[in-house]
């Protein structure tokens, strides 16, 4: 089954604590992208990867962390000094060459108790 | 800077009613212009897209043209069916110096009723 995963659909932290979101992808798609979805403010662009090893902030970073030691994942990590975490994180992926199209992952939801 | 602005929702219409959501942008270049869909819970889904002026999107029955002139990708469909109901965002991507980065508007939320 091809596609992006992201895990678990739902998660919940307390305050000051980090966490992890999982983006996985089988697609062989170069570039990577997480993305944050508030209530009446669409998505805003946390941080993009274009190849292995490499990355680059996007509009929102602070707060945030990345990695992308092998092409088919690119995780975020939420960290306390994030402000207003509670939101609903969007992974999405495209493949170099292509006309621009992204692929979005079914979404991760994280509440801060 | 890139920027997507879309109409004012929610929009709740009737089953079988023709549907608009407008959308203007401003960006330097020549950038693609996009429609997502999100069903509740979901992550988005491509709609259609458009590369260069005067290209019409379709698919499922929607339908968007670039306009250059006036900076616009409105969506339509002629008759909408409750199973339509979601959120739209229009979004449009331009190279530049960030790879593929695409800017969303803040989304319209069509509700159809029966």
Partial sequence: DGGITQSPKYLFRKEGQNVTLSCEQNLNHDAMYWYRQDPGQGLRLIYYSQIVNDFQKGDIAEGYSVSREKKESFPLTVTSAQKNPTAFYLCATQQVGETDTQYFGPGTRLTVL | ??????????????????????????????????????????????LLKATKADDKGSNKGFEATYRKETTSFHLEKGSVQVSDSAVYFCALSYSGTSYGKLTFGQGTILTVHP
């Fill in chain 2, 1 to 46: 800077g890139n920027s997507v602005t879309q109409m004012e929702g929610p929009v709740t219409l009737s089953e079988e009613a023709f549907l608009t959501i407008n959308c203007t942008y401003t960006a330097t270049g020549y950038p693609s212009l996009f429609w997502y869909v999100q069903y509740p819970g979901e992550g988005l889904q491509l």
